[in-house]
């Protein structure tokens, strides 16, 4: 399928919390809602008010569907989310509709997110994976490191050099 990258906009923003909900529901039987994730603060920060002035995201889209989306925050210290490593360094969310995993989608998301990041400055770009999610494999293929995190999940970060 031919499929384009362009940027997220705040059209996006639900599509986003689908994206966000795929991410949570990574691994079968997980059932997490979308009223759910938008119940839970440690969750709902990663959309909320998107798009926030400092927020980068890209869509991959098809024939005018979208078939999945990537996007970075920055959030506070005071309140760090589950990849939080320095202030200045934003965190990654990423998924691929469930139909279309594993044909490159989210490898050339994630690469267009890298390169975005970049331009915009950020020294570094982090994210958290739990450690049985085949995820971590593209991660570590696209020059992700294991930083740290904890007996469910790594905390892993990107130089931008
Ligand atoms: C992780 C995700 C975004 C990757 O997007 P994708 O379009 O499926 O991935 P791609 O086809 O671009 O790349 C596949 C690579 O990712 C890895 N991978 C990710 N999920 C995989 C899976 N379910 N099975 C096998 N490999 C997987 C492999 O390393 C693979 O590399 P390979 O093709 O060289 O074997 C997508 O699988 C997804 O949405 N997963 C569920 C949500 C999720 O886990 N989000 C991240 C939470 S931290």
Redesign the pocket.
Known sequence: VDVTIRPATAADADFLTDMAV??VN?EPGRALTRDQLLSIPALARYLAGWPRRTDIGFVAESRGQRL?ATWLRLLPPEDPGYGFVAADVPELS???VAT?????????LLRALIAAAHAAGHPRLS????RA???R??YA?EGFRPVGGDANAYVMVRDLP
Do not use: D, F, T
Request: net charge positive.
């Open positions: 795929a991410a990574w999945g990423i998924a691929v279309h995993r594993g044909q490159g989608i989210g490898r050339g994210l958290s994976v739990e999610n085949p995820a494999a593209l293929a």
